[in-house]
């Protein structure tokens, strides 16, 4: 699975957006260790407050499939003219995952020109998570 590749996984996840009340489709997609992509896209609700990001769908589909860590690279995409950035929700859902696995994956923030590279540690120092709890 190349940069590219995982890229475009997550741009065919936003194409299944909903997001009526935004109109701002985010795709997500995860790569794992044993090379499977798990992909997500953010879900919306009239009740706005209650409407998930994509990578939270993603993660949760991925735990729903047994996933407990191996999580090596996520990509993001959103319509906007700069790269986007994961919100802070899900930087501490993605590191639960990270942190089952004892990863730090690297998070392709993708714009219309150009994809940050940063890895999930940097996005979130200092995090609270499975570990913190033992
Ligand atoms: N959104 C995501 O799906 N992921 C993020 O990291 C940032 C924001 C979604 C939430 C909402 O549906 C829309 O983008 C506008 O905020």
């Known amino acids: 699975m190349t940069e590219s590749e995982l890229i ?3 741009r065919t996840a936003a194409a299944q957006s909903y997001s009526p009340y935004s109109s ?3 795709g997500a997609a995860l790569l794992f260790d044993d090379g499977s992509v798990v992909t997500g896209t953010n879900i919306e609700n009239a009740s706005y407050g209650l409407g998930l990001c994509a ?10 499939d047994g996933k407990r860590g191996g999580l090596v690279q996520v990509a993001v995409t959103g319509p906007g003219a700069e790269p986007i950035t994961p919100c802070g ?13 004892g990863t730090d994956p690297e998070v392709l923030c993708v714009g219309p020109d150009a994809v940050n590279r940063v ?3 940097a996005l979130l120092p200092h995090a609270f998570g499975p570990a ?3």
């Open 8 to 10: 475009a996984a997550a």
């Open 24 to 26: 701002f489709p985010v």
């Open 55 to 64: 990578e939270t769908v993603a993660v949760g589909r991925a735990m729903a």
């Open 89 to 101: 929700r899900c930087r501490q859902v993605l590191n639960e995952l990270a942190q089952l696995g």
């Open 119 to 121: 890895k999930l540690s």
């Open 132 to 134: 913190s709890l033992v």
